[in-house]
């Protein structure tokens, strides 16, 4: 992957590069991250909240990162807000 990111960037081809990163980050969305116990435990206690996660990354990767640190669950939907809605 990397080999491949240099060369589109080299060529100047940014679009081709974002989105092998996408493909890449989709395909392996959790890579090397683990949720602490301790934070577990917070949720666990928070499990009658209705709960939400404000973050800048794509729908389709966060909710991929969410299943993968075995948390999606604690959410009730996966709707995304777009950020100009927020202001």
């Not at 990111?5 to 940014?14: G, P, T």
């Not at 092998?20 to 934070?39: D, I, K």
């Not at 990767?61 to 948390?71: A, C, F």
């Not at 939907?77 to 777009?82: C, L, M, N, Q, R």
């Amino acid at each position: 992957l990397q080999v491949h990111l240099e060369q589109a960037l080299l060529d100047r081809k940014v679009d081709e590069a974002v989105d092998l990163f996408r493909e890449h980050y989709l395909a392996h969305p959790v890579g090397e991250r683990t949720l602490s116990p301790q934070m577990r435990a917070f949720l666990a206690e928070l499990e009658d909240l209705r709960l939400a996660v404000v973050t800048n990354k794509p729908l389709a990767i966060t909710l991929r990162i969410l299943e993968g640190l075995d948390i999606a669950n604690r959410l009730k939907t996966g709707e995304a807000i777009p950020p100009d809605a927020l202001v």
